[in-house]
């Protein structure tokens, strides 16, 4: 008689308070709702988690249920390839494509990059967010976040030229990065970008709504505009490159690693800049997409920065250089 040890899946709700809040054009949190996903077999576990992200119609106890019905299927042998048609993109299949990867790293005795054919991961310097708020508010954490090389600030309202004014001055030697969460309308997208240009802006993050953002074709671009919410998994870059420089890659959005850098391939291939961004997470959230940023032009992984704790094991941050995960942690 034969026997195999079936995987087990685990998942759960995690609730972890942010430092303070953080606030975008969209409303304002104190704590960040994760779901993690843990999958074992012969004395092994593999995790991942995600972020369920109501922009999208998702919430935490939608996306558990949905992770939590595929309990069957894994013991049954789903694996990473299966689970690419069993869930579409987005959070559910994030934790579960990551824990599976983990999973599969674990097994091998090896790292994940070595399981991908991909190079080792390097350290890499992060963005660090300035949360949207009245311009001498985000002046004031521009100032204590201008030894940081990039700084990631928020934008939404009608003092968006005030508020980067204000970002600038007190961080005169940062690189900016700025991110209007969908909040710029056509009336006022040329004088926006004209003003971030002024002051040295490098790149401006989804400034008009998604599926509404065909302004953006019509006008000079004065320096990269990065798509985010108009831009999901690898189908979605079709149409992209006349109204985008850049897409910002999430694997919340694209459902996974394994779609994430099918999805970076293509994009740098049709002339994309990369940007590789995060929810408001835990370091097991961002060391997944530590292998995507070693292609990117811009890297946005400090959701642990803005927690209050991490989780043990925790990836390491001197500044806002990230390096790679330990194996303990992920992958």
């Not at 119609?57 to 894994?74: C, S, V």
């Not at 079709?238 to 394994?258: F, M, P, S, V």
């Not at 094991?313 to 806002?320: H, N, V």
Request: aromatic share 4%.
């Amino acid at each position: 008689m034969t026997s195999r040890k079936l995987p087990q899946l685990i998942a759960r709700i995690e609730r972890w308070p942010i430092a303070g809040a953080f606030t975008i054009s969209r409303g304002s949190k104190t704590e960040a709702v994760v779901v993690v996903a843990e999958i074992s077999r012969g004395g092994h576990v593999g995790r991942g988690e995600c972020v369920p992200y109501a922009r999208y119609g998702e919430t935490p106890d939608a996306t558990l249920a949905t992770i939590a019905a595929l309990a069957g299927p894994l013991s049954q042998g789903m694996d990473r390839r299966a689970l690419q048609t069993a869930l579409p993109a987005g959070a559910a299949r994030n934790a579960l494509d990551c824990a599976l990867l983990d999973l599969e790293t674990k097994t091998s005795g090896g790292r994940v990059w070595d399981l991908l054919g991909r190079a080792a991961p390097r350290p890499c310097t992060t963005a660090y967010t300035i949360s949207l708020g009245t311009p001498d508010a985000m002046a004031a954490a521009a100032a204590k976040a201008a030894g940081r090389p990039l700084l990631k600030v928020k934008l939404g309202g009608g003092e968006d030229g005030a508020r980067i004014a204000a970002v600038r001055r007190e961080a005169p030697e940062s690189e900016l990065i700025v991110d209007a969460n969908e909040a710029w309308t056509p009336a006022n997208l040329e004088q926006n970008l004209a003003e971030c240009a002024e002051l040295g802006v490098t790149l401006v993050e989804q400034p008009l709504p998604a599926g509404q953002d065909q302004a953006l074709a019509r006008i000079r671009r004065p320096m990269a505009v990065c798509a985010d919410e108009s831009v999901h998994g690898l189908a979605s870059l079709d149409g992209l490159r006349e109204r985008y420089d850049a897409i910002n890659i999430k694997l919340d959005k694209t459902g996974g690693l394994t779609e994430a850098m099918a999805m970076a391939d293509a994009a740098r291939a049709q002339g994309f800049e990369i940007m590789v961004g995060c929810m408001v997470a835990t370091s097991l959230s961002m060391a997944p997409a530590l292998l995507l940023a070693q292609q990117a032009r811009y890297v946005d992984l400090d959701g642990p920065l803005l927690l209050a704790g991490d989780r043990d094991d925790a990836l390491r941050y001197d500044g806002s250089t990230v390096y790679p995960p330990d194996a303990a942690l992920w992958g």
